[in-house]
């Protein structure tokens, strides 16, 4: 029983830590970035968007596609390098554990 108690009791410690990293992880931002960074899309560590930075010679009402496509490709920047953020961390909460592939804990 003394084992169990001891797994009971770290079980408790990584809920707290993961509950620290949650609420940390909203105040953090990661910046994605497209066309040689006309396009910036700010994002926090949770994956929520900020904000958005459009150079202004980017805007032409004749062409609305390349923006279309810069913006697409910064969010998706921002969003891959958020994902890089969260595994990082991850790896520090837990020491190295080895989790399975797209594990996430509840509330991220």
Not at 34 to 54: C, L, P
Not at 66 to 77: G, I, R, S, Y
């Amino acid at each position: 029983m003394k084992n169990l108690s001891g797994m009971m009791k770290q079980a408790q410690q990584m809920q707290e830590k993961m509950q620290e990293l949650q609420e940390s992880l909203g105040n953090e931002q990661v910046t994605g970035n497209a066309g040689g960074g006309m396009v910036q899309v700010t994002m926090t560590g949770k994956g929520e968007m900020a904000g958005m930075s459009i150079d202004p010679k980017l805007v032409d009402p004749n062409d609305a596609s390349v923006l279309e496509d810069l913006v697409t490709a910064a969010v998706n920047d921002a969003k891959h390098k958020v994902d890089q953020h969260y595994q990082q961390k991850m790896q520090e909460l837990t020491g190295g554990m080895d989790l399975p592939a797209g594990f996430k804990f509840p509330g991220m």
